[in-house]
């Protein structure tokens, strides 16, 4: 009878590991009052972005000040849920912060193993506002799709393909892709093409006027203008032995 019942229970159900598409909402302070009107108004325009994904609560880059700050977990997780995210997990915090992240029923993630380094961008000031990135795995030689501006302090990171963005990307927002960067619409923020190497990436806008343009960690920054012919307009950015190549459509 044991035997039949444990074999019952093998048939209907399995745990198996599994890669899922995560937002990291990265704190650049422990003051939720700050928190709430950054985020509310960082997320004004596009308020169903995010969908009901889960999010990952990241203290990592607190402050010094911040760093063994008492966080209200549960009002965060409220704030969070309110912008059409699921809080599920808090990593990157002190024991104290963790134990109270856990009171408020959410759980403990690992911090992610460091990417392969690339070319340092020029330093930006400090901001208090949240940093929230969504890395999206595709299929190998698949394409991810985004059909909604980004705002400044959004990332969006397409690990494993190409990305095409067909909305604007704003001052301070990054897309992000191992392969091509398409973005079919004004390029105002950043863009990585080859994020892990592949320099024969490249980066297709309908619009230059981007703060940062980069392949395989080769960038140029808008500290040096691009040319007339290609500034405000359509260009093809594509990398030339160790140089950026940038070409009108």
């Known amino acids: 009878?044991?035997?039949?019942?444990?074999?019952?229970?093998?048939?209907?159900?399995?745990?198996?590991?599994?890669?899922?598409?995560?937002?990291?909402?990265?704190?650049?302070?422990?003051d939720l009052a700050v928190l709430t009107e950054a985020i509310d108004a960082q997320l004004a325009d596009?308020?169903?972005?995010?969908?009901?994904?889960?999010?990952?609560i990241d203290l990592s880059q607190l402050p010094g000040e911040d760093v063994a700050a008492t966080l209200d977990f549960a009002a965060l997780r409220t704030l969070l849920a309110r912008h059409q995210t699921q809080p599920i997990a808090v990593?990157?915090?002190?024991?104290?912060?963790?134990?109270?992240?856990?009171a408020a029923g959410l759980s403990i993630a690992a911090m992610p193993v460091a990417p392969p380094a690339r070319?340092?961008?020029?330093?930006?000031?400090?901001?208090?506002?949240?940093?929230?990135?969504?890395?999206?795995?595709?299929?190998?030689?698949?394409?991810?799709?985004?059909?909604?501006?980004?705002?400044?302090?959004?990332q969006v990171y397409a690990r494993g393909g190409d990305v095409i963005v067909t909305a604007v990307v704003s001052d301070g927002a990054e897309v992000i892709a191992d392969g091509n960067v398409h973005v079919y619409a004004p390029l105002r923020g950043k863009a990585i093409?080859?994020?892990?190497?592949?320099?024969?990436?490249?980066?297709?806008?309908?619009?230059?006027?981007?703060?940062?343009?980069?392949?395989?960690?080769?960038?140029?920054?808008?500290?040096?203008?691009f040319p007339a012919a290609?500034?405000?307009?359509?260009?093809?950015?594509?990398?030339?032995?160790?140089?950026?190549?940038?070409?009108?459509?």
């Open 46 to 56: 596009s308020p169903d972005f995010f969908e009901q994904e889960p999010v990952v």
């Open 119 to 154: 070319a340092p961008a020029p330093a930006e000031a400090p901001s208090p506002a949240p940093q929230i990135v969504r890395e999206v795995p595709v299929p190998a030689n698949g394409t991810l799709v985004i059909d909604k501006p980004l705002r400044s302090g959004q």
């Open 230 to 249: 290609v500034a405000g307009k359509a260009a093809q950015i594509s990398l030339d032995d160790k140089k950026l190549v940038i070409d009108p459509i």
């Open 1 to 30: 009878m044991a035997d039949a019942s444990a074999a019952r229970t093998r048939a209907v159900f399995e745990f198996k590991s599994a890669t899922l598409p995560l937002i990291a909402v990265i704190l650049k302070t422990a």
């Open 91 to 102: 990593r990157g915090g002190s024991d104290a912060q963790n134990k109270a992240a856990r």
């Open 193 to 225: 093409a080859g994020a892990r190497g592949n320099t024969a990436a490249r980066i297709y806008t309908t619009c230059l006027e981007a703060q940062l343009v980069a392949i395989a960690g080769i960038y140029r920054t808008a500290e040096v203008p």
